[in-house]
């Protein structure tokens, strides 16, 4: 059964700081995964696909990797912002054609 | 390109009503599933519709139930409301097995009281 695990729950950094978001998979047979943000409330934003034969994503200050192999992705976020303060999900496609979440990293940029 | 568009955006339930909630899917997206998150959780998988039939069903109970149209918007249905059924239902698009990423929209926030 495929579980998805998000380290660090939460994290709080200075704006400016470069930060990484740690995302584990337990089931390697994935064809893609997908990074999500959220602000509260509210629904979830698209913000890197990754198909498993690639290793990398990059948009804007947002690069994604996917080690399909030790089953890890992380997402990588360049000069941060108060404004990324949010949580942020991945998931990996289920054996339904569904999506499996982790829990997310709550992100908090202060200024 | 429209976006996934869900209706309402907030309601408020007593428990044992019913409440039907609805989806527009992205163009040219022909699977629509549902997903119930609960505060600081992750989004649970509750069903998903490709051409008007259900083909994948989360742990979620029978009174929990769905149905896509002819032009891929869907609804959920739920029945006998419970206090347990206060979440955020939100609605994802995409081609099947979601090969080229899912889109979701921005949710309905249901209170059962």
């Known amino acids: 059964k495929q579980e998805v695990t998000q380290i660090p729950a939460a994290l709080s950094v200075p704006e400016g700081e470069n930060l990484v978001l740690n995302c584990s998979f337990t089931d390697s047979a994935i064809y893609n995964l997908q990074w999500f943000r959220q602000d509260p409330g509210k629904g979830l934003t698209s913000l890197l696909l990754i198909q498993s034969s690639q290793r990398e994503q990059t948009s804007g200050r947002l690069n994604a990797s996917l080690d399909k192999s030790s089953g890890r992705s992380t997402l990588y976020i360049a000069a941060s912002q108060p404004g990324d303060s949010a949580t942020y999900l991945c998931a990996v496609p289920g054996s339904q054609g569904n999506l499996i979440f982790g829990k997310g990293t709550k992100l908090s940029v202060k200024p | 390109e429209t976006g996934v568009t869900q209706s309402p955006t907030h309601l408020i339930k007593t428990r044992g009503q019913q409440v039907t909630l609805r989806c527009s899917s992205q163009?040219?997206?022909?699977?629509v599933s549902w997903y119930q998150q609960a505060l600081g959780q992750g989004p649970q998988f509750i069903f998903q519709y490709y051409r008007e039939e259900e083909n994948g069903r989360g742990n979620f109970p029978p009174r929990f139930s769905g149905l896509q149209f002819p032009n891929y918007s869907s609804e959920l249905n739920v029945n006998a409301l419970e206090l347990d059924d206060s979440a955020l239902y939100l609605c994802?698009?995409?081609?099947?097995?979601?090969?080229?990423?899912?889109?979701f929209g921005s949710g309905t926030r249901l209170t059962v009281v």
């Open positions: 163009s040219g997206h022909n699977t």
């Open positions: 994802a698009s995409s081609y099947p097995q979601g090969m080229y990423g899912y889109t």
